[in-house]
């Protein structure tokens, strides 16, 4: 079975430029996260959805940032415009949420971004 | 006060040797713990859960301690292979629906022939 699909897996761009990073979780899973990982600030949530709604966004840093999900497939990070400080690793994660259960996180290979 | 810290290391063990690692969380709604594992310039894993009972996987053991808000992992005869940085992660009130995973900033572990 196909994990948590990313592209593009490494993407170099000038600084004001718009960015659209995309993931497809794993096929019947109702959760989607979005991380960014840097060495500074470790792995750090930006926005989760369930059952294609945005649930929390709070860890978006600004306006500069959007997240769609359109349906249980896809999703779509864009950047607009981009700032070198954007530089990170992008993660997207799935799950299948149940309640009253643990649930295992399966993360996508990730988007190596660049902002020069 | 971070949510979730832990002991960035690095540490540095040689093969066979017996290595624990401990992380600590702030926020005592916590209901679900993991360990999850990263290996260089790939995305984290899930390792193994932890439950209040502590569990065990193969030379992988994991504590949970709620009243001290105190979690470890202790890995046995460590091979090369496990060389890695090692992800502290909690859920907060695990029966909201969707709710998210708080990260560590991990541990990093290298073992060493």
Same mark, same amino acid.
């Given at each position: 079975d196909a994990g948590v699909i990313q592209s593009p897996r490494h993407e170099v761009t000038e600084m004001g430029q718009e960015v659209t990073l995309r993931c !497809?979780?794993? @096929?019947?899973?109702?959760?989607?996260?979005?991380?960014? #990982?840097?060495?500074?600030?470790?792995? =750090?949530l930006l926005i989760y959805f369930n059952n294609n709604v945005p649930i929390d966004d709070s860890g978006m840093p600004e306006d500069r940032f959007s997240a769609k999900m359109p349906n249980a497939s896809f999703s779509?990070? !864009?950047? #607009? +415009?981009?700032?070198?400080?954007?530089? &990170?690793?992008?993660?997207? &994660? @799935?799950?299948?949420?149940? &309640?009253? @259960?643990?649930? =295992? #996180?399966?993360?996508? +290979?990730?988007?190596?971004?660049?902002?020069t | 006060r971070k949510e979730v810290e832990q002991d960035p290391g690095p540490f540095n063990v040689p093969e066979g040797a017996t290595v624990a690692f401990n992380c600590t969380y702030s926020n005592s709604a916590?209901?679900?713990?993991?360990?999850?594992?990263?290996d260089?310039?790939?995305?984290?894993? *899930?390792?193994?859960?932890?439950?209040?009972?502590?569990?065990?996987d193969g030379r992988f053991t994991a504590q949970l301690n709620r009243a001290s808000q105190?979690?470890? *992992? *202790?890995?046995?005869?460590?091979?090369?292979?496990d060389s890695a940085t090692y992800l502290c992660v909690v859920n907060i009130l695990a029966n909201q629906a969707g709710t998210a995973?708080?990260?560590?900033?991990?541990?990093?572990l290298s073992v060493s022939s």
């Open positions: !497809k979780p794993i @096929s019947g899973h109702n959760s989607l996260f979005w991380y960014r #990982q840097t060495m500074m600030r470790g792995l =750090e779509t990070l !864009k950047i #607009q +415009p981009s700032e070198p400080r954007d530089s &990170a690793v992008y993660f997207c &994660a @799935s799950s299948f949420y149940r &309640a009253s @259960s643990s649930y =295992e #996180q399966y993360f996508g +290979p990730g988007t190596r971004l660049t902002v | 916590s209901q679900s713990f993991f360990w999850y594992r990263q260089c310039r790939k995305e984290p894993k *899930l390792l193994m859960s932890v439950y209040s009972s502590g569990n065990e105190y979690i470890s *992992l *202790l890995i046995r005869d460590s091979k090369l292979s995973l708080i990260f560590g900033k991990g541990t990093t």
